[in-house]
């Protein structure tokens, strides 16, 4: 695995403001590695000490390490739990580091709304491995406020797009679903492949495909027996799931009526634009 490189200092402070990045989750090494790919010049700092995420380890107190971290600091980045922010932040209120000069506070929580700090959700998925330095750019924000993005980030050439605090909630949800529901079922689809002995590189390749499909052509890259309507074929396979897998085989059944809502919806969307030619056979409305 690739060793996350030391932390960044290089002097560049001229042009860049000074960044804390707080807290030694996933999120908070990618950034690490992500700024350091840069050479912007940060600090860092965990409750845990570990060498890794803390510029000042010889400072045993977490508060004193923070304090000391923040010292160097105009921007400061808020990387921990969701429900550890609020807290956070309240516990800071005055906001401004030891010389007394102020903070500007950024958090990437999409469910977190708090007036002390401006959220910065990275539309992308960071999980243990680290992305090669040149993906980071690319990946998206959607930020409270985009401009103010920029000014605290202008070395940063990533997409910010903006999205209101009070839209934060759906957006959340369907990142939520768009990303973690499908592993969900990969992983509980997975279990059965291997215990039929499917290769895994078969299943990897199936999957990419299916991703890659979807992305190209969203509205027509669904197969399948629920496409098809071959509802003797969807039956048998809640029947066998039902046997081997009782949760998957509700899943199914879920996302069979999701399908016949969505297909009804669609139907009777269509019907409305076109009330005469959906219901007149051979559009008679339409002859004079
Ligand atoms: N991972 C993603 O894919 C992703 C994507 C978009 C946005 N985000 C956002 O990024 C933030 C961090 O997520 P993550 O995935 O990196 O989480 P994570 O891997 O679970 O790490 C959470 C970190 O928060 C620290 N922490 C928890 N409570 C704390 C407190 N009271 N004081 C100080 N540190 C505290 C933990 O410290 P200890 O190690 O000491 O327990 C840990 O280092 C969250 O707001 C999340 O919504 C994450």
Redesign the pocket.
């Known amino acids: 695995m690739r060793q996350v490189p030391n932390i960044g200092m290089a002097d560049t402070s001229a042009i860049s403001p000074r960044y804390a990045i707080l807290?030694?989750?996933?999120?908070?090494r990618h950034l690490r590695y992500y700024f350091s790919s840069l050479d912007l010049p940060f600090t860092a700092w965990?409750?845990?000490g570990t060498p890794q995420a803390n510029t000042f380890t010889e400072i045993t107190h977490p508060t004193d390490r923070l304090e000391r971290t923040l010292s160097h600091t105009s921007v400061a980045l808020v990387?921990?739990?969701?429900a550890?922010?609020v807290p956070?932040l309240h516990q800071r209120a005055t906001g401004t580091n030891a010389h007394g000069k102020l903070l500007s506070w950024v958090?990437?929580?999409a469910s977190v709304d708090t007036p002390q700090a401006l959220c910065a959700?990275?539309l992308?998925?960071?999980a243990d491995a680290l992305y090669d330095a040149d993906f980071y750019p690319r990946i998206a924000f959607a930020c409270d406020d985009p401009a103010r993005f920029r000014t605290l980030f202008p070395a940063l050439r990533n997409p910010v797009f903006a999205l209101a605090p009070d839209q934060r909630p759906l957006y959340h949800a369907l990142c939520v679903m768009a990303g973690n529901f499908p592993q969900l079922l990969w992983q509980g689809c997975n279990t059965g492949f291997s215990q039929l002995g499917v290769p895994s590189d078969a299943v990897a390749m199936y999957l990419r495909q299916i991703s890659e499909n979807f992305i190209r052509h969203p509205g027509t890259a669904l197969t399948g027996p629920l496409v098809r309507g071959d509802t003797a074929t969807c039956a048998s396979h809640r029947q066998q799931l039902r046997t081997s897998d009782p949760a998957l085989a509700e899943l199914y059944a879920a996302f069979e009526r999701f399908f016949h809502q969505r297909q009804q919806a669609q139907t009777t969307a269509k019907s409305a634009e076109s009330p005469i030619s959906a219901n007149t056979p051979g559009h008679a409305a339409h002859e004079h």
């Open positions: 807290g030694n989750g996933r999120l908070a965990s409750r845990c990387a921990i739990s969701d550890a922010i956070f958090h990437f929580a959700h990275p992308m998925t960071f």
